[in-house]
């Protein structure tokens, strides 16, 4: 257990309909990432952020991803119109107060677009 | 940001040790070199990170040589748990830049009886 809760681990939708995924980071750190990943492929980032800023996204992500981390707290990322290439393990991340470049990953929501 | 390259692939057998390289022909002066483990349907988790020379934890050696545009993570004594895939990632930096870590496809390493 890393301490970076994500829900919902299983998401089963159809084309067309929104679904929203959220992560409970590391509570003292004020950095939160969020990464995609397809099967056969290493994750790719979607977005960060330090506290409520979103600092940076990734020029992959289309208008319909939306993220918010409202009170530097917890995290929602909401993908609108999904479509089946939305299909992914959506992780989360909080990195530590030691190393850079070493974060603590959940174990991701899945998305199934049908 | 530095690319990566590491076999796609790797095989070995129960007690054997494991070494896998990575090239970095363009890692900058600042990057470290840091490694995650990935399993199944779990997210990544680091596994050890370095800078020049060598680096021993509980778990890994990595081996960087002193032009650092490559990397072994050295893994003592494989078992079948290890069986998983290996990332290794440059960008990040001691300065405080490269806040995202990029990955790459990695190499699934399959550890026998």
């Known amino acids: 257990d890393t301490g970076v809760s994500q829900n919902p681990r299983h998401k089963i939708t159809k084309r067309g309909q929104n679904v929203t995924f959220r992560c409970d980071p590391i509570s003292e750190h004020n950095r939160l990432y969020w990464y995609r990943q397809t099967l056969g492929q290493g994750p790719e980032f979607l977005t960060y952020f330090q506290n409520e800023a979103q600092l940076e996204k990734s020029r992959l992500l289309s208008d319909r991803f939306s993220a918010e981390r409202p009170k530097g707290s917890f995290s929602t990322l909401e993908i609108q119109r999904t479509e089946q290439g939305d299909s992914a393990m959506y992780l989360c991340a909080s990195p530590t107060s030691g190393r850079p470049g070493e974060l603590f990953f959940g174990e991701g929501s899945r998305l199934t677009v049908l | ?113």
């Open chain 2, 1 to 113: 940001l530095a690319k990566t390259t590491q076999p796609i692939s790797m095989d070995s057998y129960e007690g054997q040790e494991v070494n896998i390289t990575c090239s970095h022909n363009n890692i900058a002066t600042n990057d470290y070199i840091t490694w995650y483990q990935q399993f199944p349907s779990q997210g990544p988790r680091f596994i050890i990170q370095g800078y020049k020379t060598k680096v021993t934890n509980e778990v890994a050696s990595l081996f960087i040589p002193a032009d650092r545009k490559s990397s072994t993570l050295s893994l003592p004594r494989v078992s079948l748990s290890d069986t998983a895939v290996y990332y290794c990632l440059v960008g990040v930096s001691f300065t405080g830049g490269g806040n995202k870590l990029t990955f790459g496809t990695g190499t699934q390493l399959k550890v026998e009886l």
